[in-house]
């Protein structure tokens, strides 16, 4: 390998300006290996019990070991009942999962959160709230949700099974740079609109695929206002424009909420870590491979109405009609979405009634979004006819709720207040919607079955599905 | 010729295929590799009560040995579980033609030996309407100078990756690929915890 070989995209060493995903490429990059790829260092890589019991069987029968089981974490968070903390509550399947996980950490010196530890939870919740996510570092997970570290302007992405195999490994990647995308979203965004809302807003601009290939950096006075948890909620939605990382420069936000984290730096550590992170930003002349410019105070509240997260309008909007779409293939997955959904061109949201109501995820379970929904169901009562399940990210979330008596606001709206878990985000446990049972949730994906066969899946913030539980139907936020 | 691939092509023309179709969740919770044929497109293919959709083309009698997957738009979207590939492949698909496919899944399939072909729209819907008239469109996949033959028509070039191409052809052990770098990956340790001595956990 040859420099002269570098394809054109590739991110040479002496290349300046940077964009700040070029930033922490270069702190990573181990060495080239040739046409345009890299070795990539990771420096934390969490794990579930879905996607890693291949990978650790792979790393048996050629008798490897983990080569860093202290930059390692493992949760139990897909697989789990979010009704009970017993390893055996939805069956011998899920706990022969569950323990291979359990043997897997045992064997490896892995640290795990299983669902006895107080902290056990969602691995895109866990991680930020111990601190396990810090800036510039590169974070993988086989989950595409991973994306959502991003938000402390680390470098965060989805992998494969085949891939956590290599991570285990090797604590590396074999990787080709992405092309770079920068989104700017002006100031202020009104204040009935959630980071959910922007997220949605943008898939719609931008479609589930207009991301593909993409590193994504959000900036500009909409996002620097928004909090951790909102940055969080954005950049896990990167996934759901088809990016293959998302991105927010950390700034006195990211450290006020790193500070005192478990696993953030202390002391002259600290100090240092700070002065480093400060760095972690685009060069003001860094040159993106797409600029994108969003008008914060043109986003509403928004809700899909679809089987796409780009199937998705604002609350006041009609239902589009499949028959203004030009291309015909959308045109046709416009149709089908309408009739699996159960809805008409032209209706409004506002008059569907819903059945379920599911607040939590790794999108919206943290406690910003549960003191959110709290002041929506404050002193009400879920409408008739409504089930709603209110189900924390991780023990932490839980435990915050509590001290602040969320728990008791949603148990006496009529509420079930839950364990900590993926949960009906994809409905692989006992938590899912019965055939066309229609769901207002605060999860990620409104695919087709994703929240279980002919369930009908709405995706809203935190405030929008708790105001539905309380109204019985989709209606305007205050 | 030594072909990459040969097979029959199997028409999906839908946009957005998310791996949640692919394979859904209840087939997750397996912790082997294998077993994963009979999930595919599960709930394409079968109706509520369990009885196969005839009406799918997978269940298709003309189609049970294709090999060759032509689909449409952002095809893999979605979860990155690698369950997806595998279903796909465990079924008998090696090739998948799209005009585009998601990342993570993308690489999931070369981590198989699996090939994604992505060709502009115009082709794409120009092998559409092939297979809308013949069943049994039959692709000669040459990866070695990234050509797609089929029968007496003109062949299709296709751009592809120089480092996946390498890949597929070479069928690397990647893992061990990257253990003759150890040495390399230890220095960089080094300088790496010194360089930030607050993520060091040793």
């Known amino acids: 390998m040859t420099n002269s070989q570098i394809s054109k995209s590739h991110i040479s060493k002496t290349y300046f300006p940077k964009t700040l995903y070029e930033k922490i490429w270069e702190h990573h990059c181990i060495q080239q290996l040739g046409h345009g790829t890299d070795l990539v260092y990771i420096d934390r890589h969490l794990v579930h019990e879905v996607t890693s019991p291949q990978a650790f069987a792979g790393l048996r029968q050629k008798n490897r070991r983990v080569h860093a089981p202290s930059k390692t974490f493992a949760t139990m968070d897909h697989n789990v009942s979010t009704r009970s903390r017993e390893i055996d509550a939805i069956g011998e399947v899920s706990e022969k999962q569950l323990m291979a996980l359990t043997n897997n950490c045992h064997d490896n010196q892995i640290q795990l959160f299983d669902l006895k530890h107080e902290d056990q939870g969602i691995v895109h919740v866990v991680g930020p709230e111990q601190g396990l996510t810090l800036p510039g570092m590169t974070i993988v997970c086989g989950d595409s949700h991973t994306s959502t570290h991003g938000a402390f302007g680390a470098l965060a992405f989805g992998i494969g099974t085949s891939e956590v195999e290599h991570v285990l490994a090797t604590q590396t990647l074999q990787q080709q740079p992405s092309k770079t995308m920068r989104i700017h979203v002006s100031g202020p965004v009104s204040k009935s609109v959630s980071a959910k809302d922007i997220a949605l807003h943008m898939i719609q601009k931008l479609g589930t695929a207009g991301g593909t290939g993409y590193v994504i950096e959000f900036c500009g006075p909409g996002i620097s206002a928004l909090t951790m948890e909102g940055r969080m909620t954005l950049c896990n939605m990167g996934i759901e424009m088809g990016a293959r990382a998302a991105l927010v420069a950390p700034d006195e936000t990211t450290f006020k909420y790193l500070k005192g984290k478990d696993h953030a730096p202390k002391g002259q550590h600290w100090e240092q870590a700070v002065t480093f992170w400060k760095t972690l930003k685009s060069d003001e002349d860094a040159v993106f491979d797409q600029e994108i410019q969003v008008d914060g105070k043109q986003i509403k509240p928004h809700v899909t109405w679809g089987t796409s997260p780009e199937q998705v309008i604002a609350i006041d909007e009609p239902i589009p009609d499949p028959a203004s779409e030009a291309n015909l293939i959308k045109q046709q997955a416009m149709e089908n979405a309408l009739k699996y959904m159960g809805l008409e061109a032209g209706q409004k949201l506002s008059d569907v009634p819903v059945d379920i109501v599911f607040i939590g995820s790794c999108t919206n379970g943290r406690i910003e979004d549960f003191r959110a929904a709290a002041d929506q169901v404050r002193g009400k009562q879920v409408a008739q006819g409504v089930t709603a399940i209110a189900v924390p990210g991780s023990g932490r979330v839980k435990r915050q709720a509590e001290i602040e008596g969320l728990d008791q606001i949603f148990i006496q709206a009529g509420f079930e207040w839950r364990e900590p878990g993926c949960s009906m985000c994809l409905a692989m446990n006992d938590d899912r919607l019965e055939p066309g049972q229609r769901c207002a949730a605060t999860s990620n994906r409104n695919f087709e079955g994703r929240q279980g066969r002919g369930g009908r899946t709405h995706l809203v913030s935190p405030q929008m599905a708790a105001a539905a539980a309380v109204h019985g139907r989709f209606t305007h936020v205050a | ?202």
């Open chain 2, 1 to 202: 010729m030594q072909f990459f691939h040969s097979g029959q092509v199997l028409p999906l023309d839908r946009n957005n295929v998310d791996t949640d179709q692919i394979i859904p969740k209840q087939f997750l919770t397996s912790v082997d590799r294998d077993g994963f044929a009979e999930a595919l497109f599960f709930d394409w293919r079968y109706h509520d009560d369990g009885s196969e959709n005839t009406d799918f083309i997978l269940n298709h009698p003309d189609y049970q040995r294709a090999s060759i997957l032509l689909t449409q738009e952002n095809f893999g979207c979605g979860s990155s579980r690698e369950h997806a590939p595998w279903a796909l492949q465990q079924w008998g698909f090696e090739v998948i033609i799209a005009p585009s496919f998601a990342d993570i899944f993308f690489n999931n399939c070369v981590n198989n030996n699996m090939l994604p072909i992505t060709l502009p729209k115009k082709t794409i819907n120009d092998l559409f309407a092939l297979t809308a008239n013949i069943t049994s469109v039959q692709l000669d996949i040459d990866l070695a100078n990234q050509m797609i033959h089929c029968g007496g028509f003109a062949p299709i070039a296709f751009d592809i990756d120089p480092e996946v191409k390498r890949r597929l052809l070479s069928g690397l052990d990647f893992i061990g690929q990257t253990e003759q770098h150890a040495s390399a990956i230890h220095e960089f340790e080094q300088r790496y915890h010194e360089k930030f001595p607050w993520l060091n956990p040793f």
